[in-house]
C-alpha cells in the first residue's frame, strides 16, 4: 500500500502538471480537493484517465469521483479493490 | 445617434428541420432530433446520442450550392445564412453597407480529421484540400463570398455563446450607424474532436437530455446554424414586409470562476441578464419567455436557475431549454435561438421543454412542458453561457 | 461625445524579450516556447499553481496580463463588471488543437480539451483578477489596430465598461507575440501624454515595438 501511495503522487504530479509540487509534501490522508490540494474538476477528470492509463482502470460513473478521489490513500484503496476483482 | 435595430429575417437548420418552418412544425409536434449517430463515423456509435442534421455532406451540399468537399459547418451555414437573407427579401442589398457576423468554434475540423488519419500513417499522404479551410474565419468567409458580403465579415469564437455575441456585435454597428444591414448569428457541425472531448469531460447524457430535471445526466450534442437578419428603422421603413421584432437588449458579463464551470450562483448569468434587462429599459416582470441556455449538465442548469432565481423571484416569466429538441449546437445554439424567440414572439408560441419529469428541487420555478399556443410574449430572453465563464444574454422584442 | 482614453500600461511579449511600457524587461531568447514562458513566470516571481496547468496560449496571455497590470493598475477602482476583455489572434487555440488530437489516439485529455477554444484564456485572465465584464474573442488574419480601438472605446465611451485590457495573442508551435493594452479613461500623472492616448497611430506603434 505505501508503495502504491508513493507511485500515485508522483503520477498525479505529472498528470497534472503540478510543478511546484514534491511527492513529499501530499500527505497520505490529505484533501485532494478544493481546501487540500486545491484540485477542480478537470484534475478529477484527469485522474479519471490516470486510473485508466496506468492502472487499466476505468471509473464510468463521474459520480463516484468524489469518494474515490477524497485523498490519495482512498484512490490507493479503490486501486487494490478493483485490481483485486480483475485478478 | 443610436437607432432601434430590427430583426427582418430569419434561417434555421437543425436536426429538427431544415428550415425555419421545418423547425417549428418539429417543435408543434413535440419530436425531438436526437437519436443515434448516422451520419458522424465515430467509435461512439450507438452509445451516445447526437442531435444530427438529417443529411450526408453531399445532399447538404447540393442545398448550399458548394462543393461536397466543403467542411460540414460551412455548408451549414450557407444554407440557414441564404433562407434569413432571402426571408428578409431585402432588393438593394448592392446599395446598402452589407455585413456578414458568424460564429463557429470548430471550423473545418471535420475535414481536418480526414485529412488527418491518412496523414499520421504517411506523411506524404491526405489531400491538402481538406485543411486549407480548418480554421474558424475561413467558414465565415467562403460563405460571405457565396452570399456577396463585402462590406463587413467577422467570426467570433467564444464558445457556447460565440453567435449570440455575433448578433449582439451586429446590433451594435446598426446602432452606431457603421453598418445598414447584417446577417447574424453562427453555425457548429458535429466532428470527433467535439465528441471525443466533451466525453472525457463526462458532460454527455448516454441517454436523452434532461434539463432543469432533478435527474439530469448532461447534454447531447446537436449541430446546425442559425441567422438573423438586423437593419436599421431607416432600411425596416422601405422593406415590404413588417419586421418580426426588435433586439433592444444585449450583454456579455464574464463568470470569472473556471474554465469550463459555471459558478455555483451563476453571477456571470446573473450580470449577462441583468444587463440586457437595463440595456433595454426593463423591468424583470416585461419578460414573458426565456429561451434557457439549458443544456442539461447538473454545473449549467443549478447556475443558471440560481441566477433565474435572484434576478425574477418571485414572478417568473415562461421558459424552456429548446436544446430539448435540437441538442446542444455550441457554436450555433445563440443564432438558433435567437431565430427560436423571434419566432416565439411573431407566432406567439412557447416552445415545451421535453422530458422534464422531476423538477429541480433548489429551484422554485419550473419550465413549460407542454406547447404553449395564442400567447403574447412581448419580450424573450435568450441565454447563452460559454466555457471560459463567457455569458451573454440578448432580449428580443415585440413591435 | 468621446471621451479621449489612455492606455495607461502595455506589455509586449515578443520573440524571447517582454516588454513593459516600451522597456525591455526580460530577455531569455535561447529557450523554446515552454520553457520561454516557464522563465518569464519565474522570473517575476509570480505564484500562482494553475499557471502549470495552462496551454501555451494561455500561458503567454496570463502572463502579458500579469506584467501589464503589475503596479499599474489597482482593481480595487473598478466594479469587477466594469473591467473587460477585448482580444484576437490570427491561429485561435489551433495549437492546442493539435496536442488535444494527439491525446485523442489514445485517452483523449480532458485537461487539453478544455483549452481548445481561445477565449479559455480570457477566462484564465478574468479569473485571477475577478474581471466580470464584457468579454470578446476575435478571429482575424492579422492584428487591426483601428477595429480594436473603435470597439473598445465604443464600450468606454458608452459606459459599457470604464476599463478594459485589449490586443493581440497569438501562439502557434514555436512562433508567438503578445501586445497587450491596458485602457483607462484616466491615467496617472506620468502617462498622461499624448503618446499614451489611445488611437491608432500609438497602438501600432506599440505593436510594432517602435517605441522600445
Known amino acids: ?87 | 445617434m443610436s437607432t432601434t435595430v430590427f430583426i427582418v429575417g430569419v434561417g434555421a437548420i437543425s436536426a429538427i428541420g431544415d428550415n425555419v418552418a421545418g423547425c417549428l412544425a418539429s417543435f408543434k409536434k413535440g419530436k425531438a432530433g436526437i437519436g443515434d449517430m448516422v451520419y458522424l463515423d465515430s467509435a461512439y456509435k450507438n452509445k451516445i446520442p447526437v442531435a444530427e442534421v438529417k443529411h450526408t455532406n453531399e445532399q447538404l451540399a447540393a442545398l448550399a450550392g458548394m462543393s461536397p468537399k466543403i467542411s460540414r459547418t460551412a455548408l451549414l451555414s450557407s444554407i440557414a445564412a441564404k433562407e434569413a437573407m432571402d426571408d428578409a427579401g431585402i432588393s438593394n442589398m448592392d446599395a446598402l453597407r452589407t455585413g456578414f457576423i458568424s460564429a463557429n468554434t470548430v471550423g473545418g475540423m471535420d475535414k481536418t480529421e480526414n485529412f488527418f488519419s491518412e496523414f499520421l500513417s504517411n506523411p506524404g499522404k491526405g489531400k491538402l484540400r481538406n485543411v486549407v479551410n480548418h480554421e474558424c474565419g475561413s467558414v465565415t468567409e467562403l460563405v460571405a463570398d457565396q452570399l456577396g458580403i463585402k462590406n463587413y465579415v467577422s467570426t467570433i469564437s467564444t464558445a457556447c455563446s460565440s453567435s449570440a455575441n455575433a448578433i449582439f456585435l451586429a446590433a451594435r454597428m446598426i446602432r452606431h450607424n457603421m453598418l445598414d444591414v447584417v446577417i447574424a448569428g453562427g453555425a457548429d457541425a458535429i466532428t470527433k474532436f467535439t465528441l471525443n472531448g466533451f466525453n472525457t469531460l463526462m458532460i454527455l447524457d448516454s441517454d436523452y437530455c434532461k434539463p432543469f430535471d432533478e435527474n439530469r445526466k448532461g447534454l447531447n450534442l446537436g449541430e446546425g446554424a442559425g441567422y438573423v437578419v438586423l437593419v436599421s428603422e431607416k432600411i425596416a421603413k422601405t422593406l415590404p414586409k413588417k419586421a418580426y421584432c426588435t433586439l433592444s437588449g444585449y450583454c456579455n458579463a464574464n463568470d470569472a470562476y473556471h474554465q469550463t464551470a459555471s459558478s455555483p450562483d451563476g453571477i456571470g448569468s446573473y450580470l449577462a441578464m441583468d444587463g440586457a434587462l437595463k440595456k433595454s429599459g426593463l423591468l424583470p416582470s416585461d419578460i414573458d419567455y426565456i429561451n434557457l441556455h439549458g443544456t442539461g449538465t447538473q454545473n449549467n442548469d443549478i447556475a443558471e436557475g440560481t441566477a433565474i432565481k435572484r434576478l425574477f423571484d418571485p414572478h417568473y416569466p415562461k421558459m424552456s431549454s429548446t436544446k430539448t429538441f435540437t441538442g446542444h449546437t455550441l457554436g450555433a445554439c445563440g443564432g438558433l435561438e435567437a431565430v427560436f424567440s423571434a419566432m416565439a414572439i411573431h407566432h406567439k408560441i412557447i416552445y415545451p421543454n421535453l422530458r422534464l419529469q422531476t423538477p429541480m428541487k433548489e429551484l422554485p420555478f419550473v419550465p413549460e412542458t407542454v406547447l404553449g399556443e395564442n400567447i403574447t410574449v412581448r419580450h424573450a430572453l435568450s441565454n447563452s453561457f460559454g466555457f471560459g465563464g463567457n455569458c451573454s444574454s440578448l432580449i428580443f422584442s415585440k413591435l | 461625445m468621446q471621451i479621449k482614453s489612455y492606455i495607461s500600461s502595455n506589455c509586449v511579449i515578443d520573440d524571447g524579450i517582454v516588454y513593459k511600457n516600451g522597456k525591455a524587461v526580460f530577455e531569455n531568447r535561447e529557450a523554446g516556447v515552454q520553457d520561454f514562458l516557464q522563465s518569464v513566470y519565474q522570473h517575476f516571481g509570480i505564484k500562482y499553481p494553475k499557471f502549470y496547468k495552462m496551454d501555451n496560449l494561455s500561458k503567454l496571455g496570463w502572463l502579458a496580463a500579469e506584467i501589464l497590470l503589475k503596479d499599474n493598475f489597482d482593481a480595487g477602482e473598478y466594479k469587477p463588471e466594469d473591467v473587460g476583455l477585448i482580444l484576437a489572434n490570427a491561429n485561435s487555440s489551433l495549437d492546442t488543437d493539435i496536442r488535444y488530437y494527439e491525446t485523442a489516439k489514445e485517452i483523449a485529455s480532458p485537461s487539453l480539451f478544455v483549452y481548445t477554444l481561445p477565449n479559455i484564456m480570457t477566462g484564465e485572465i478574468c479569473i485571477r483578477h475577478n474581471f466580470k465584464g464584457e468579454n470578446a474573442f476575435f478571429i482575424f488574419e492579422k492584428f487591426d489596430a483601428g477595429f480594436i480601438q473603435e470597439y473598445v472605446n465604443n464600450l468606454l465611451n458608452n459606459n459599457n465598461l470604464q476599463a478594459c485590457i485589449c490586443g493581440w495573442v497569438e501562439l502557434l508551435e514555436d512562433q508567438y507575440k503578445a501586445v497587450l493594452f491596458l485602457v483607462e479613461k484616466t491615467t496617472g500623472a506620468e502617462m498622461a501624454m499624448p503618446s499614451n492616448i489611445f488611437t491608432i497611430e500609438n497602438i501600432l506603434k506599440i505593436y510594432q515595438l517602435e517605441n522600445g
Open chain 1, 1 to 87: 500500500m505505501d508503495k502504491l501511495m508513493s507511485d500515485l503522487k508522483t503520477q498525479i504530479i505529472a498528470q497534472l502538471n503540478m510543478q511546484d509540487v514534491k511527492p513529499e509534501d501530499i500527505g497520505d490522508d490529505q484533501p485532494l480537493f478544493v481546501d487540500g490540494l486545491g484540485l477542480d474538476s478537470i484534475d478529477a477528470l484527469e485522474l479519471i484517465v490516470l486510473l485508466q492509463q496506468h492502472y487499466k482502470i476505468k471509473l464510468s460513473n463521474a459520480e463516484d469521483g468524489p469518494k474515490v478521489f477524497q485523498s490519495v490513500r482512498t484512490i490507493a484503496e479503490y486501486i487494490t479493490a478493483h485490481q483485486n476483482q480483475a485478478a
